[in-house]
């Protein structure tokens, strides 16, 4: 190891650390579910993107097996060599129906797949408007592209419209989003945003990973709820939240532009395909949630009961309904504070502050699963309200 390099690596993680933005990974001990295994103990778990309740689910595991008999575990090649299965191709079709678009196109992850997007479809003659508060897997796309960068101020249509005034001069315009915005819970503007982007003749690109499989009517998404149903030219998703939650992602959108992501998108073309097992069993998560609303209507149920019940032990929450519940702290020893005081009560949540969200607005995030029971959200309120208590 070089000497030098390995001081300034040392030096990198010092700053790190006395910053107190030092990750620590918990190590878990079981499958993913509401109940999760850490150190021998067993926590209620709150903080899994784990939407649907599929992830550690029986009928997946027996799918994932009947998977690896058929397909075997791996391909060992890209796509357009000899890595495309017939189940890549019917996991394309599923897709493309359940989210009501002409084609889908596989990644390895909804990472990925932002990665590849902005890159093959636009130029330096176009521009791309981004709201500030996007995911850093689409800041990392649009870095990778040469169209010109225009961000504008979250969620402010005022802003995106001056942008979409000072960048008329160019070829094509695409308006970034993210369908649900992870820290808050937020959802986009998306029918005015696509209202603005008619108005301007521009497209639209949404990343729906917080919300494909459970929000909307029947699951389909943000552009379901905001009644935009074919007015978003792309969007971008994962199936490592509610879809099963192991990984991968897609791209949605007309026939010729999925065909052009195929023929030029570099991280498709030169990466490895999907794994057969996940394809497999993604494929029945697509038939499973397409036939049984059931599972969707135990999570708003238990959204529901656990914002009401917070809400009622005093605690400021943010108004949008949605899975993701931030508990609004405002300071970051707080917040850091409850969260692990949480955990010593058998209460697994994430307690987050500056600079992953703004200074002044720490909170304790909260994810609520299909899988919790009516017990679990009272039990995880009710420390909520005796762990506060001991702060104030
Ligand atoms: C909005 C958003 N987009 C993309 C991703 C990345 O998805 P994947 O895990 O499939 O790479 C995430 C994951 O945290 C996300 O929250």
Known sequence: MNEDFKKIIEAQLSDIKEKGLFKEERIISSKQGRKITV???????????????????????????????????GLSSVRFICGTLEIHKELEKKIAEFMGYEDAILYTSCYDANLGLFQTILTDQDAIISDELNHASMIDGVRLCKAERHIFKHSDLQDLEEKLKQTQGKRIRMIATDGVFSMEGDIAKIKEICELAEKYNALVMMDDSHATGFLGQTGRGTHELGGVAGK????????????????????????????????????????????????????????????????????????????????????????????????????????????????KEGIYVIGFSYPVVPEGKARVRVQISAAHTEEDIKLAVEAFAKIYKSYI
């Open 39 to 73: 150190n021998g103990k067993e926590y209620l778990n709150f903080c899994a993107n784990n939407y649907l309740g599929l992830s550690g689910s029986e009928e997946l595991i027996t799918e994932g097996k009947k998977a690896l008999d058929k397909w075997g575990f």
């Open 232 to 343: 978003i030219d792309f969007i971008t998703s994962t199936f490592g939240k509610a879809l099963g939650g192991a990984s991968g992602g897609f791209i949605v959108s007309s026939k010729e532009n999925v065909e052009f992501l195929r023929q030029r998108s570099r991280n498709y073309i030169f990466s490895n395909s999907l794994s057969p097992t996940i394809t497999a069993v993604t494929s029945f998560v697509m038939d499973y949630i397409s036939q049984n609303s059931e599972p969707r209507e135990r999570l708003w149920r238990n959204v529901k009961l656990f914002r009401q019940l917070i809400k009622d032990a005093g605690f400021e929450v943010s108004p949008q309904e949605h899975p993701i519940v931030p508990i609004m702290l405002g300071d970051a020893k707080l917040a850091k504070g409850m969260a692990s005081e949480l955990f």
